[in-house]
């Protein structure tokens, strides 16, 4: 059986990492034009994001479309995450008590990403379940 170009290209898609990857990444590129061409104040990364999250919850968008991807990002964080560990090798001031006040604001800011995250995360899974 011959597949079409356009469902060959959604099976390559679902079964590609590194095309999710780059889905996703477009989706970045796009947030960060539409940025720049608004002239908004806030990262093009969130834009983004909301974007993906627009088409996922319109479902124009599959999550097996991003899902791979987007878990291969996460299971790669730390190294987005490595220039900033060597400039805190570099910096040994970061290490006083200027350093520690810092570090206490990163790790308070962190959290309250994290608990507003988790938050979000549980809206939005009751709202999906409410609405199935």
Same mark, same amino acid.
């Given at each position: 059986?011959?597949?079409?170009?356009?469902?060959?290209?959604?099976?390559?898609?679902?079964?590609?990492?590194?095309?999710?990857?780059?889905?996703?990444?477009?989706?970045?590129?796009?947030?960060?034009? @539409? !940025?720049?061409? #608004?002239? *908004?104040?806030?990262?093009?990364? /969130? &834009?983004?994001?909301? +974007?993906?999250?627009? =088409?996922?919850?319109?479902?124009?968008?599959?999550?097996?479309?991003?899902?791979?991807?987007?878990?291969?990002?996460?299971?790669?964080?730390?190294?987005?995450?490595?220039?900033?560990?060597?400039?805190?090798?570099?910096?040994?001031? @970061? !290490?006083?008590? #200027?350093? *520690?006040?810092?570090?206490?604001? /990163? &790790?308070?800011?962190? +959290?309250?990403?994290? =608990?507003?995250?988790?938050?979000?995360?549980?809206?939005?899974?009751?709202?999906?379940?409410?609405?199935?």
């Amino acid at each position: 059986m011959r597949l079409s170009p356009v469902t060959y290209a959604h099976v390559m898609l679902r079964r590609s990492r590194l095309l999710q990857a780059a889905v996703l990444i477009g989706f970045w590129l796009i947030g960060e034009g @539409l !940025v720049r061409a #608004a002239d *908004l104040g806030i990262p093009g990364g /969130i &834009v983004g994001f909301l +974007l993906v999250l627009g =088409l996922l919850m319109s479902r124009r968008l599959r999550l097996e479309s991003v899902k791979r991807g987007a878990d291969w990002f996460v299971s790669e964080m730390l190294l987005f995450f490595l220039p900033a560990v060597v400039a805190i090798v570099d910096h040994g001031e @970061l !290490v006083s008590l #200027a350093g *520690l006040k810092a570090l206490l604001v /990163i &790790v308070a800011g962190t +959290l309250a990403v994290m =608990l507003v995250t988790a938050l979000t995360v549980d809206l939005c899974y009751r709202w999906s379940a409410k609405h199935e």
